[in-house]
């Protein structure tokens, strides 16, 4: 038994007990007090999401708010980099796009067809006078037959262009910048509306978390 008032309670209250009561008093008071300890603990990292004044007689003593809330900045900050690097994973990845335009077609032949003009217009500015020579070796079907391929072989080769995916990636989280703003608007949030936000995350599991404290709580007056 522990040397809190509670201890001190249980001690008394243990003396008076026959055996049978004591086999059950233990597990009982060590499960009810490890699921009021956790679902206190639980609540003082949410709540008050203001800070609240605790006066005694009149005498400011000190405010009290969610541990959670008070360090709102610092939470902003690392939320707004895991919500980067969600994005950058999962939405802004250059393939993902292009699988995204692929699922429009009419959009997606367009954006083809203007990658496939320009690029046809390039390599033949690259070559200049060699075209001339180029159709003169392979012949003009033969030519026009090398630019199609080459034209299949671009589109292709965008799936298969990775360095290109890790830099457009980049530029597109850069361009965005999706952090900055993320964390600017939380650090921004009312303290209430950020609880609102992100409590839920967590909330769904909370009893989990509480009934685990009374479990312990059992275990530990059972071993006493």
Same mark, same amino acid.
Not at 1 to 29: C, H, K, V, W
Not at 164 to 184: C, F, G, M, P, W
């Given at each position: *038994?522990?040397?809190?008032? %509670?201890?001190?309670?249980?001690?008394?209250?243990? /003396? /008076?007990?026959?055996?049978?009561?004591?086999?059950?008093?233990?597990?009982?008071?060590?499960?009810?007090?490890?699921?009021?300890? /956790?679902?206190?603990?639980?609540?003082?990292?949410?709540? !008050?999401?203001?800070?609240?004044?605790?006066?005694?007689?009149?005498?400011?003593?000190?405010?009290?708010?969610?541990?959670?809330?008070? =360090?709102? !900045?610092?939470? $902003?900050?690392?939320?707004? &980099? *895991?919500?980067?690097?969600? $994005?950058?994973?999962?939405?802004?990845?250059?393939? @993902?796009?292009?699988?995204?335009?692929?699922?429009? !077609?009419?959009?997606?032949? &367009?954006? &083809?067809?203007?990658?496939?003009?320009?690029?046809?217009?390039?390599? =033949?500015?690259?070559?200049?006078?060699?075209?001339?020579?180029?159709?003169?070796?392979? %012949?003009?079907?033969?030519?026009?037959?090398?630019?199609?391929?080459?034209?299949? +072989?671009?589109?292709?080769?965008?799936?298969? +262009?990775?360095?290109?995916? @890790?830099?457009?990636?980049?530029?597109?989280? @850069?361009?965005?910048?999706?952090?900055? =703003?993320?964390?600017?608007?939380?650090?921004? *949030?009312?303290?209430?509306?950020?609880? /609102?936000?992100?409590?839920?995350?967590?909330?769904?599991?909370?009893? #989990?978390?509480?009934?685990?404290?009374?479990?312990?709580?059992? #275990?530990? %007056?059972?071993?006493?």
């Amino acid at each position: *038994m522990n040397d809190s008032p %509670g201890g001190l309670l249980q001690f008394i209250a243990f /003396n /008076n007990l026959s055996d049978e009561g004591r086999a059950i008093f233990l597990p009982a008071t060590g499960f009810l007090l490890g699921i009021v300890t /956790n679902w206190l603990a639980i609540l003082m990292v949410f709540k !008050p999401c203001f800070p609240t004044p605790i006066r005694i007689c009149g005498w400011h003593i000190c405010n009290i708010q969610g541990l959670f809330l008070k =360090r709102q !900045p610092e939470v $902003c900050v690392l939320y707004a &980099k *895991m919500l980067k690097q969600s $994005c950058s994973e999962n939405f802004l990845s250059f393939n @993902k796009i292009i699988g995204y335009l692929q699922t429009l !077609p009419e959009l997606w032949e &367009k954006l &083809k067809a203007a990658y496939v003009a320009h690029s046809t217009a390039v390599l =033949r500015e690259t070559l200049g006078s060699a075209t001339w020579f180029a159709q003169w070796t392979i %012949g003009k079907e033969g030519y026009r037959d090398l630019e199609q391929d080459l034209k299949v +072989a671009m589109v292709d080769g965008l799936y298969r +262009a990775h360095r290109l995916h @890790k830099v457009s990636a980049q530029y597109i989280s @850069k361009v965005t910048d999706i952090e900055a =703003r993320n964390r600017e608007c939380l650090q921004r *949030m009312p303290a209430d509306e950020f609880e /609102n936000l992100l409590h839920p995350v967590f909330q769904e599991d909370e009893w #989990i978390l509480i009934l685990l404290g009374g479990i312990l709580g059992a #275990i530990v %007056g059972i071993v006493q």
